[in-house]
């Protein structure tokens, strides 16, 4: 909400308070990544949504935001894997939820 607000540094300051309570907070890591992102501080962030992957690498928006921070910071080889994985997560997801429509009709 902090972030939202326009006091992105604070909101960075309560995403460390909490990851030092719970370092597994998958929305922590994303949100910060995310927040940090949006202050140009990529590596930062990257190393945030590493953080955030390594709990949940099945997430398509964090790989997303991955690649939009490596592409600003011009490693443009790895923005477009970063892309190409989230796209696959989707596809996957899709088709999971197709098969399990047809089991569910069948």
């Known amino acids: 909400m902090l ?5 992105h540094q604070k909101a960075v300051e309560c995403f460390d308070k909490v990851l030092k309570i ?9 949100i ?3 927040v940090l992102s ?4 990529y590596e930062e962030a ?3 949504f590493d953080n955030a992957t390594s709990i949940d690498s099945n ?8 690649g939009f921070a ?6 443009h080889q790895e923005e477009i894997e970063c892309h190409a994985l989230a796209l696959s997560i989707i596809a996957n997801s ?6 399990r429509h047809k089991a569910d009709s069948g």
């Open 94 to 99: 899709k088709k999971a939820e197709l098969t």
């Open 38 to 41: 949006d202050l140009g501080k």
């Open 70 to 75: 490596l592409g600003k910071l011009g490693k």
């Open 46 to 48: 990257i190393a945030c």
């Open 3 to 7: 972030s939202f607000l326009g006091d």
């Open 32 to 34: 910060k990544g995310k």
């Open 22 to 30: 719970n370092p597994k907070h998958l929305n922590s890591w994303f």
């Open 59 to 66: 997430n398509s928006d964090i790989w997303h935001s991955k």
